[in-house]
């Protein structure tokens, strides 16, 4: 650690990542605010989500667990181990620590009683059931990211108090791959959301398979795919060059404050508009 000293662009790079580590903690806060709210939604309109997200098989009358890490079979229809904290589950999904959940088996022999004869949604064989494991980590991967970053801003501004400025080579790592965790934490989100309601396109009204139109080719899919992926990965591929060919150049030479008493009224601008 050192102190930054008037004279050098240090006080610049350190104000500028103290901003950037509140707006990450500030903004990591409200997410995790909302996302609690809306996970209180989800369970009520879309209770087999969370279910998968928790990989909960058995229904929970009261003091549902929410489990940190859980092992289970590869066809992920059983839990073998698993580390919780009760009652958690029930206060994600219902704001009460001794709120009930319903589990996987339950909303599955539910969802074929209700659905198994609709027209517009799944056959009796269907197991409305998503991909738990995916379900699972993905749920998990969205929240640890995010509060991995919050945690990080938290670091960043306690290392940065009092005028200092961490030396530490672990620190410029710390910062740099940081800004990464927001994306990762919002595709994870993604990921959950579209495979934690499957099979369904419209919960409970349109079967996912349903959906599929009849005249868009797989090879036309297929193709858009591949396009999109290609143009964005290049497009990541020069951003990411810029933003390191900058941090690089670093920042113009300091200069002093003019006294503009003496200042030539001549002289060239620096900058103007």
């Given at each position: 650690m050192r102190?930054?000293?008037?004279?050098?662009?240090l006080p610049m790079y350190r104000s500028?990542?103290?901003?950037?580590?509140v707006v990450t903690l500030v903004a990591g806060l409200a997410v995790a605010v909302s996302g609690d709210v809306q996970g209180k939604i989800m369970t009520e309109v879309q209770p087999m989500k969370m279910a998968a997200a928790e990989a909960l098989y058995q229904s929970a009358a009261h003091d549902a667990p929410f489990s940190l890490f859980t092992v289970g079979s590869l066809d992920g229809t059983q839990e073998k181990f698993s580390v919780t904290v009760p009652g958690l589950?029930?206060?994600?999904?219902?704001?009460?620590?001794?709120g009930g959940v319903k589990g996987i088996n339950e909303l599955k022999s539910q969802y074929?009683?209700?659905y198994g004869d609709s027209g517009n949604a799944l056959d009796k064989d269907a197991t409305y059931?998503?991909?738990?494991?995916?379900?699972?980590?993905?749920?998990?991967?969205?929240?640890?990211?995010?509060?991995?970053?919050?945690?990080?801003?938290?670091?960043?501004?306690?290392?940065?108090r009092r005028d200092l400025v961490p030396q530490a080579r672990w620190w410029r790592w710390l910062i740099l791959l940081t800004p990464l965790l927001p994306i990762l934490g919002n595709?994870?989100?993604?990921?959950?959301?579209?495979?934690?309601?499957?099979?369904?396109?419209?919960?409970?009204?349109?079967?996912?398979?349903?959906?599929?139109?009849?005249?868009v080719a797989a090879g036309e899919?297929?193709?858009?795919?591949?396009v999109y992926t290609l143009l964005y990965g290049?497009?990541?591929?020069?951003?990411?060059?810029?933003?390191?060919?900058?941090?690089?150049?670093?920042?113009?030479?300091?200069?002093?404050?003019?006294?503009?008493t003496t200042q030539d009224e001549d002289a060239e601008l620096a900058f103007a508009y």
């Open positions: 102190r930054a000293t008037v004279g050098s662009d500028a990542t103290r901003l950037g580590a589950l029930s206060f994600l999904a219902t704001g009460k620590f001794d074929a009683t209700t059931v998503p991909n738990i494991p995916l379900s699972y980590w993905s749920f998990r991967l969205m929240m640890g990211v995010g509060f991995a970053a919050m945690a990080a801003a938290a670091a960043v501004l306690w290392a940065t595709s994870f989100g993604w990921i959950f959301t579209e495979v934690g309601r499957q099979p369904w396109l419209v919960f409970g009204l349109m079967a996912t398979s349903t959906g599929v139109s009849p005249a899919v297929v193709t858009s795919m591949v290049i497009l990541a591929v020069v951003e990411v060059k810029l933003f390191l060919a900058y941090m690089r150049a670093g920042a113009p030479p300091f200069e002093a404050p003019v006294d503009r």
